[in-house]
């Protein structure tokens, strides 16, 4: 299951939230923890380790989309259609 989540093949749509005002929501894959691997030499999983440790332990992976660009392009027209009617779920509402 570890592989799974956090394997090879999910550096893709891994992305390090770096320290400080760096951070934008609409990241690159070549921002992805596996082009930063693959860009530097190192495992993806080395490039979650690191992140993991900055901020003295409280770094943070964030799990985008591989063509997050795209996918907001999609969403979009899904919003703007003549039959969408926007909402908010309060399943878990007290």
């Known amino acids: 299951m570890f592989k799974m989540m956090f394997g090879e093949r999910s550096a893709r ?7 400080g005002d760096g951070w934008h929501y609409e990241p690159v894959p070549d921002d992805s923890c596996g082009a930063l691997a693959a860009a530097t030499g190192r495992s993806a999983f080395e490039v979650y380790y690191d992140t ?38 309060d399943a878990g509402a007290q």
């Not at 749509?13 to 320290?19: A, C, K, M, N, V």
């Open 52 to 89: 993991l440790m900055m901020d003295e332990g409280k770094g943070v992976l964030w799990r985008g989309r591989d063509n997050v660009i795209e996918w907001y392009d999609s969403a979009r027209e899904d919003l703007l259609a003549e039959n969408c009617v926007p909402g908010i779920s």
């Open 13 to 19: 749509s891994l992305y390090p939230i770096p320290e």
